[in-house]
């Protein structure tokens, strides 16, 4: 079977589960209470711990990685593409947090991800010409069969999720994060 039409089929299974689930949510309030979304500032956390979904990727100069590479440190892995402008927004944001763990010794990692499966999305080529102009330094891996992207439940861009030390989801955020709020969750954690 053609490896695009199995991607196409997981994919479209994820939405449809992820879709079921919210109006699984919606529906479920009773008559008169009244379901909110969290605040935008408040870090979404699971009561029990989830293991964070293994990877085995190539990052620019094809060496894999997997979650192994980061054991012991906290990852902040940002899904994103080329074409997203709040991907570049946010990827500006992500090599200061880079910068920051790095004069202040911080056990952090950042770790962007891009899609390279996304139909939109530029070759290789251009991602790492991309990575090379805006002068990101933050170590990068390619998806390139979209597997990651579904097994992290990818749904937009940019997707970022936050994996503790001990390789547990702890939180994830859809749409752009800024320095100050990664900050802010980071701290939470401690």
Request: charged share 25%; net charge negative.
């Given at each position: ?7 196409i089929?997981k ?9 079921l689930?919210?109006?699984?949510v919606a ?10 979304p969290?605040e935008?500032?408040e ?6 711990p989830?293991?964070?979904?293994d ?7 094809d ?8 054991a012991?440190?906290?990852l902040?892995i ?18 200061k947090?880079?910068?920051?763990t790095?004069e202040?010794e911080?056990?952090i990692?950042v ?14 080529e ?10 990101y330094?933050?170590?990068?891996i ?6 990651m992207?579904?097994d992290?439940?990818v ?13 547990e989801?702890y ?11 990664t ?5 939470e954690?401690?």
């Amino acid at each position: 079977m053609d490896n695009n039409l199995i991607r196409i089929r997981k994919f479209s299974i994820v939405m449809l589960v992820l879709l079921l689930s919210i109006m699984l949510v919606a529906c479920s309030a009773t008559e008169g209470e009244q379901k909110t979304p969290p605040e935008r500032n408040e870090t979404p956390t699971a009561e029990e711990p989830i293991p964070a979904p293994d990877f085995l990727l190539k990052n620019a100069v094809d060496e894999e990685r997997s979650l192994e590479n980061y054991a012991g440190k906290t990852l902040v892995i940002s899904f994103w593409t080329t074409w997203c402008p709040a991907c570049k927004y946010e990827l500006a944001e992500m090599q200061k947090l880079h910068e920051l763990t790095i004069e202040k010794e911080m056990n952090i990692v950042v770790l962007g991800v891009n899609v390279l499966a996304d139909p939109r999305e530029k070759s290789k080529e251009g991602v790492l010409a991309e990575i090379e102009a805006r002068g990101y330094t933050f170590e990068n891996i390619f998806d390139e069969d979209g597997g990651m992207s579904i097994d992290y439940y990818v749904r937009a861009f940019p997707s970022t999720y936050i994996v503790n030390p001990e390789g547990e989801l702890y939180t994830y955020w859809v749409g752009a994060l800024d320095l100050e709020s990664t900050l802010k969750i980071l701290k939470e954690m401690e």
